[in-house]
């Protein structure tokens, strides 16, 4: 059964458009969300992180938005870059709890055209 | 640097042989991960460890052993008993507790011959 999903394999942006990547969570226990970003054969990287606690954090072009009470989070590109383009993960964590990992979601796969 | 290495980068197996992959981290981590990639699968967690001489099984450990005998060190040995081994496999690290912001390895693609 799958605890974090993301229901969109794939995504096709033009370049300076906004992306928009969406994550469902079933475990009402997970506390803290995490995206990551993941180009071919090679290890994913951190993006950005949001607590339960916010319903919005932002770096730069990354804003992750969070309802709690839909469980969906969802990760902003504006705008969006050619360099993006890569599979973006979503994860899920209680923070709270020691001795627990990330789960993760399947991946979307994020095409960004010039 | 600080990092986490992960080798080989290609890793080969016959049938009915054990291969180890090795994860090695200089960030002085706690916590050390095995996920597994495969394609439209996203990661799934083989093993995590949260301390030396501990760990746990994660989603998918049949076919799979791990030790920690250093901070540094989580080698990741497929045994013959996992049948479907061809994956790609990542090994992260993290400060460990209930921070969970992991660090990645550029990942060992192991196939089958």
């Known amino acids: 059964d799958q605890q974090v999903k993301q229901n969109s394999p794939s995504l096709s942006v033009q370049e300076g458009r906004i992306s928009i990547l969406n994550c469902d969570y079933t475990?009402?226990?997970?506390?803290?969300f995490l995206w990551y970003k993941k180009y071919p054969a090679e290890g994913p990287t951190f993006l950005i992180s949001?607590?339960?606690?916010?319903d919005k954090n932002e770096d730069g072009r990354f804003t992750v938005f969070l309802n709690k009470s839909a469980k969906h989070l969802s990760l902003h590109i504006v705008p969006s870059q050619p360099g993006d383009s890569a599979v973006y993960f979503c994860a899920a964590t209680t923070a709270n709890q020691a001795g627990t990992a990330l789960i993760f979601g399947k991946g979307t796969t994020l095409s960004v055209s010039s | 640097d600080g990092g986490i290495t992960q080798s080989p980068k290609y890793l080969f197996r016959k049938e009915g042989q054990n291969v180890t992959l090795s994860c090695e981290q200089n960030l002085n981590h706690d916590a050390m991960y095995w996920y597994r990639q495969d394609p439209g699968q996203g990661l799934r967690l083989i093993y995590y460890s949260q301390i030396v001489n501990d760990f746990q099984k994660g989603d998918i450990a049949e076919g799979y052993s791990v030790s920690r005998e250093k901070k540094e060190s989580f080698p990741l040995t497929v045994t013959s008993a996992q049948k479907n081994p061809t994956a790609f496999y990542l090994c992260?690290?993290?400060?460990?507790?209930?921070?969970?912001?992991?660090?990645f390895g550029s990942g060992t693609q192991l196939s089958v011959l």
């Open positions: 475990n009402s226990m997970f506390d803290y």
């Open positions: 949001i607590s339960s606690i916010k």
């Open positions: 992260a690290s993290s400060i460990g507790g209930s921070y969970e912001k992991l660090f």
